[in-house]
């Protein structure tokens, strides 16, 4: 079945080092991709998204490419700040099997606890 | 603030009661998500729904079950609770199709004792 792995952390950083988080996938047929983030005591929100290969998601000062050649979807920042520690999530969502769209649910990994000290 | 509604925000229950947690999508979604998320299994799909209907399964337990009313909120039962039902629950919603993101509620915290 459909899988993600990603780097489970925690990571520690100190505030404006460079950032990069793994995610790997194993899908059937061309999925969407996505980085989703959890702060504390909320429910996770979108942080960016990829729906076809070479397309690169950006938001909020972070990226991440989608590559079918290696089957990743790595999440970078230039410089992080403090504000940035939370819990990220790499998903994917596989072609639906339903007419008149539905998506099958998210597949995550198990999330990676990004620490940015001052 | 994602739009979409859980609630109780916590719920503490013993083992062998029935509790219901209800969510309120997005204004305009039609797709209702439910996850668990624990500590040692990660966020695992339970169900989906779309648009009163049963649309996928994921790994949902026989003592779950969960539906989606003509107003499009959508309750989750976990009845027989036992001590490793204890997790965060979230519900999230959609407008539908792989290429939607979904937007996630806040989560209910449920502690079985």
């Known amino acids: 079945g459909d899988s993600v792995t990603q780097m489970e952390g925690p990571v520690t950083l100190s505030e404006e080092a460079f950032l990069t988080i793994n995610c790997t996938y194993t899908?059937?047929?061309?999925?969407?991709l996505f980085w989703y983030v959890q702060y504390p005591g909320e429910g996770l929100q979108l942080l960016l998204k990829a729906t076809k290969a070479d397309d690169k998601g950006s938001n909020k000062g972070f990226e991440a490419t989608y590559r079918k050649e290696t089957t990743s979807f790595h999440l970078e920042k230039g410089s992080v700040q403090v504000s940035d520690s939370a819990v990220y999530f790499c998903a994917l969502s596989a072609p639906t099997t339903y007419s008149g769209g539905g998506a099958d649910g998210l597949t995550f990994g198990k999330g990676t606890h990004l620490i940015i000290q001052p | 603030d994602s739009g979409v509604t859980q609630t109780p925000k916590h719920l503490i229950t013993a083992t062998g009661q029935r509790v219901t947690l209800r969510c309120s999508p997005r204004?305009?979604?039609?797709?209702v998500y439910w996850y668990q998320q624990s500590l040692d299994q990660g966020l695992q799909f339970l169900i989906q729904y779309y648009n009163g209907e049963e649309r996928a399964k994921g790994n949902i337990l026989e003592r779950f079950s969960a539906q989606q009313f003509p107003d499009l909120h959508s309750e989750l039962n976990l009845s027989s609770l036992e001590l490793g039902d204890s997790a965060l629950y979230f519900c999230?919603?959609?407008?539908?199709?792989?290429?939607?993101?979904?937007?996630f509620g806040n989560g209910t915290r449920l502690t079985v004792t």
């Open positions: 204004s305009g979604d039609l797709s």
């Open positions: 899908a059937t047929g061309y999925p969407s």
């Open positions: 999230a919603s959609s407008v539908g199709g792989r290429h939607s993101p979904l937007h």
